[in-house]
T-cell receptor, first 114, second 111 residues
Framework: DSGVTQTPKHLITATGQRVTLRCSPR?????VYWYQQSLDQGLQFLIQ???????AKGNILERFSAQQFPDLHSELNLSSLELGDSALYFC?????????????FGPGTRLTVL | GQQVMQIPQYQHVQEGEDFTTYCNSSTTLSNIQWYKQRPGGHPVFLIQLVKSGEVKKQKRLTFQFGEAKKNSSLHITATQTTDVGTYFCAGFSGSARQLTFGSGTQLTVLP
């Protein structure tokens, strides 16, 4: 158990819909990262927050947005869903925002868009 | 942008054989991390390399960082069934300001 929690575990929805994925980082970690992992694919970095502020942005679609709240939990919002958005979405956290810190990954949310 | 290539994509070995996965970056890296993801699981941090030419060992696993800090490798000696999973390298460069993951090497160990 990494200490990072993600809800829900599974999500099945239809094209065009909007969903929200939630992540709680490890206690004491200030930075949260979101990744997308499609079938047999690597980890695509989406976005990073550090202590409530956006720190780095990857290949995140305009239909996707995220935020980190004062209690440090984070939410990833996916809208106008397409079939190709079906993937495993991981949240990770680290103590600080620098890349020299190991990232602790949550169990992931499996999103299926029908 | 920064690219991190990893080969091979898949590797099947007999239990007891050695295994190596290679990671190459298009840019010089500040540091490189390695993660392991078991089937159905999430990535778990293994190690970080920072210095040019650095070599670190964890039991049967040996990690190397190239002299030019653009490549890295993970070598497993005498694989066991518990080594099954996908191994990812992840590199950070100052210009990218983010950790870029390689595509991973999926290791299957046949008993």
């Amino acid at each position: 158990d990494s200490g990072v929690t993600q809800t829900p575990k599974h999500l099945i929805t239809a094209t065009g819909q909007r969903v929200t994925l939630r992540c709680s980082p490890r206690s004491g970690d200030l930075s949260v990262y979101w990744y997308q992992q499609s079938l047999d694919q690597g980890l695509q970095f989406l976005i990073q927050y550090y202590n409530g502020e956006e720190r780095a942005k990857g290949n995140i679609l305009e239909r996707f947005s995220a935020q980190q709240f004062p209690d440090l939990h984070s939410e990833l919002n996916l809208s106008s869903l397409e079939l190709g958005d079906s993937a495993l979405y991981f949240c990770a956290s680290s103590v600080d925002g620098g890349a020299s810190y190991e990232q602790f990954f949550g169990p992931g949310t499996r999103l299926t868009v029908l | 942008g920064q690219q991190v290539m990893q080969i091979p994509q898949y590797q099947h070995v007999q239990e007891g054989e050695d295994f190596t996965t290679y990671c190459n970056s298009s840019t010089t890296l500040s540091n490189i991390q390695w993660y392991k993801q078991r089937p159905g699981g999430h990535p778990v941090f293994l190690i970080q390399l920072v210095k040019s030419g650095e070599v670190k060992k964890q039991k049967r696993l040996t990690f190397q960082f190239g002299e030019a800090k653009k490549n890295s490798s993970l070598h497993i000696t005498a694989t066991q069934t518990t080594d099954v999973g996908t191994y990812f390298c992840a590199g950070f460069s100052g210009s990218a300001r983010q950790l870029t993951f390689g595509s991973g090497t999926q290791l299957t160990v046949l008993p």
